[in-house]
Every structure is written in C-alpha cells, then in structure tokens.
T-cell receptor, first 114, second 115 residues
Framework: AQSVAQPEDQVNVAEGNPLTVKCTYS??????LFWYVQYPNRGLQFLLK????DNLVKGSYGFEAEFNKSQTSFHLKKPSALVSDSALYFC????????????WGAGTKLIIKP | GAVVSQHPSWVICKSGTSVKIECRSL??????MFWYRQFPKQSLMLMAT?????????EQGVEKDKFLINHASLTLSTLTVTSAHPEDSSFYIC???????????FGPGTRLTVT
C-alpha cells in the first residue's frame, strides 16, 4: 500500500540553527513528492517538489529537500531557521497512475524559538 | 500567480439545512479540482476529485449524495453539503491544478459549523 510517514509530530529548533523535517514514503514506481506549509488561518502553500532529476530540490523561502531513493526519504531542510518558519508542514506523494491525487503525511509542527 | 479562492471563509448553519462552498481559480484554468476535509490537528482527507465537465470521483466512505460537487467551468467548483449535521462540522479545503502542473494550489479553506 502507498503511504507517507512524518515520524515527528513536532520539531523544535532555535532561530538561526539548521532545521530538518522528516518524511519517508512507500509507493510503487517512481514517486512524485511534495512539501506544503500551512500557516495559522491561511491556506496550504506549495514549497517544492521532486519529480525527476537532481536529488536536491530547492523551493520557496529558502527551503530545500533531498530525495533519497535507497532510504525512501524526502526530508525538508533549511540551513538557518527563522521564527517566521513556524508552521505546520506536510509531505505528500502522488498516487501512482492517478489523476494527480496526493497521499498526505500527518503533518509536523515546526516551532522556531527566538 | 496560481491563486485559489474559497467562499465563504466561515459559515454557521442549522442542522438539516444545506450549505454551498465555492472554489475559484483566479488566474489559471483548473482542469482538476480537489476537495478535502481537515480535522483539528490532523492531516488532509481527500473527499473527491473533479475534472471540468465531468462527474466527481469520490473517495471511499464519502457520501456522494451528501457532498455534492459540481465543476461546471474551468475556474469554478462548488461543494454543497446537503442536510448538514453537527458531525459535518469541519474545515473544508479545495485545491486546483492546471493541465501540465504536478502540484496543487490551495484555497484558504472554509470553516463549517453546524448547530
């Protein structure tokens, strides 16, 4: 069965430190992987995606993610966290052979402390 | 670019009444639109997928007669919650994609409270 796992409900990072939000997946075939962010009282915003090509993808707001096929992971990273990065982050993978429907992780709450 | 709006942003209705939520793509033609529910502190649950001019495809367990979805044009989809009950209270979110895009773009969501 296809699935996405975000093993951490919450991640706490001090401002200025690097951050990582973890995501692992289980799909058949080549995965299409996505990260979205949800700020309080705002809609989900697309951050970045991996479809093919370079394993390191760069996205909005200085975020990047690394696709690791052997570990079936797609961790979200940022070299230096900002307090404004505090939000709920979702990893998602496309259902294979679907109409671009996504399977969603449970979400990880990222808290950046000043 | 890629802006999706939803209206209303919040609505309170009485049990037994129907509520319509609109989802619009403002600056692109949405060949596919999706409707989700999000419960507090939980992930998104896909309710249905709709292509313009076609009937919506509902996920298992979603009552199609209760959650009516219409994707009448390339910029508008509507979700009607019929005969709403308190258990239908939730945060409903729509998203859209255009032909050739891999990612979805999301509306801000609609908070429905049924009393």
């Amino acid at each position: 069965a296809q699935s996405v796992a975000q093993p951490e409900d919450q991640v706490n990072v001090a401002e200025g430190n690097p951050l990582t939000v973890k995501c692992t997946y289980s799909v058949s075939g080549n995965p299409y992987l996505f990260w979205y962010v949800q700020y309080p009282n705002r809609g989900l915003q697309f951050l970045l995606k991996y479809i093919t090509g370079d394993n390191l993808v760069k996205g909005s707001y200085g975020f990047e993610a690394e696709f690791n096929k052997s570990q079936t992971s797609f961790h979200l990273k940022k070299p230096s966290a900002l307090v404004s990065d505090s939000a709920l982050y979702f990893c998602a993978v496309r259902y294979m052979d679907s109409n671009y429907q996504l399977i969603w992780g449970a979400g990880t709450k990222l808290i950046i402390k000043p | 670019g890629a802006v999706v709006s939803q209206h209303p942003s919040w609505v309170i209705c009485k049990s037994g009444t129907s509520v319509k939520i609109e989802c619009r793509s403002l600056d692109f033609q949405a060949t596919t639109m999706f409707w989700y529910r999000q419960f507090p502190k939980q992930s998104l649950m896909l309710m249905a997928t709709s292509n313009e001019g076609s009937k919506a495809t509902y996920e298992q367990g979603v009552e199609k007669d209760k959650f009516l979805i219409n994707h009448a044009s390339l910029t508008l989809s509507t979700l009607t919650v019929t005969s709403a009950h308190p258990e239908d209270s939730s945060f409903y979110i729509c998203s859209a994609r255009w032909s050739g895009s891999y990612e979805q773009y999301f509306g801000p969501g609609t908070r429905l409270t049924v009393t």
